[in-house]
């Protein structure tokens, strides 16, 4: 049992770095299909292409942090359920790919940036409608890679709410918080605008979960569960 709280704890620790990783990363993006609009947003992605890389260099650390976390669990969900765990190690895996794709797709813009400022040029249309393609693309991963996240996030919380490692409150709040951007993100493929606050509740809920676990960990008087 003592095992499992220092492991808890750990995990609190690393959910705490995702957060410090992952809140500049999207402040230092600078990314939003309306820029396009401009006639000089390439210049724009260009005058900003190194708090850009900074951004995306913080994404992966914050995706392949997810992965340190998947890696930690998988043995803690294991003895639960192995179906379960093999399910939950399996989607970040897929994220992590997604992730890089993603910044595979910002990266490929501030190259575009780049050719556009050496060549001087003055005529948008080709090099507007490339960037903007290239924007689309960074979005549509995003999305897909929150789905993928809230997937994994979704079973993590139903393991914690049967195994009552954490109070029920916390792994309840969690499944009902991850899932509005899982919702969100699908409503938005169907082109639905939907409200920031459907993303605001998981990140409340994450900042309580970490403070929690690094404080007391898993808890350390588990009941035992029986799979469903």
Known sequence: ????????????????????????????????????????????????????????????????????????????????????????????IVYFAVIIFSNISHLTLLSLSQEFVKAGATDM???????????????????MAIILYASAAWIFYYFLF????????????????ISLPFIACWLTIFDISVSFYFFLQNGLHMIVLLLWLLVKGFNPTEKEAQPA
């Not at 820029?35 to 913080?58: G, I, T």
């Not at 090099?127 to 693309?137: A, D, V």
């Not at 049967?162 to 918080?177: D, E, H, M, N, Y």
């Open 125 to 143: 249309s080709h090099f507007g409608t490339l960037g903007l393609l290239k924007i689309e693309e960074y979005f549509w991963a995003h999305y």
């Open 1 to 92: 049992m003592k095992t499992n709280q220092k492991k808890g704890r750990l995990i609190g620790l690393l959910l705490l770095l995702i957060v410090v990783a992952g809140i500049p990363s999207v402040n230092l993006r600078g990314l939003s299909t309306s820029m396009a609009a401009s006639p000089e947003f390439l210049n724009e992605v260009f005058q900003k292409s190194m708090q850009m890389r900074l951004a995306v260099l913080l994404d992966i650390v914050a995706g392949a942090l997810w992965l340190v976390v998947a890696v930690i669990l998988f043995p803690v969900i294991k003895q639960y359920k192995k179906g379960m765990a093999l399910g939950f190690f399996s989607i970040w």
């Open 162 to 177: 049967k195994t009552q490692l954490v109070p029920r409150f916390l792994s309840a709040w969690g499944l009902i918080a």
